[in-house]
Nanobody, 123 residues
Framework: QVQLVESGGGLVQTGDSLKLSCAAS????????MGWFRQAPGNERDFVAA?????YYADSVKGRFTISRDNSKTTVYLQMNTLVPEDTAVYFC???????????????????WGQGTQVTVSS
């Protein structure tokens, strides 16, 4: 069992940066693929970024967002730069068991979820 707690969300202006954190409890953190998803009102939960054997991103955030992890702190991060209003959403952290090298961009690939943190970008 893995419990995930996101933090770092807030209200920022267009062009600002924000860094989200997701603290994980439980064993074997390094064996999980960790992902970030986001959900805007009325929309589905969309893939943002993931880190397992490699890192990969949604096209909409590539070059602006960076995912990283610190296994010693059992924490995954999402550095978000050059934010735009379209980035406004609740951001969720997720953990997936299994092959670290599998590409996991679908929410159904993940076994554990955090409660989410709100990111609002004003124009």
């Amino acid at each position: 069992q893995v419990q995930l707690v996101e933090s770092g969300g807030g209200l920022v202006q267009t062009g600002d940066s924000l860094k989200l954190s997701c603290a994980a409890s439980g064993r074997s953190f390094s064996s999980y693929t960790m992902g970030w998803f986001r959900q805007a009102p009325g929309n589905e939960r969309d893939f943002v970024a993931a880190i397992g054997g490699s890192t990969y991103y949604a096209d909409s955030v590539k070059g602006r967002f960076t995912i990283s992890r610190d296994n010693s702190k059992t924490t995954v991060y999402l550095q978000m730069n050059t934010l735009v209003p379209e980035d406004t959403a609740v951001y969720f952290c997720a953990a997936a068991r299994g092959d670290l090298w599998a590409i996991r961009t679908g929410s159904s690939s993940y076994n554990y979820w955090g409660q989410g943190t709100q990111v609002t970008v004003s124009s």
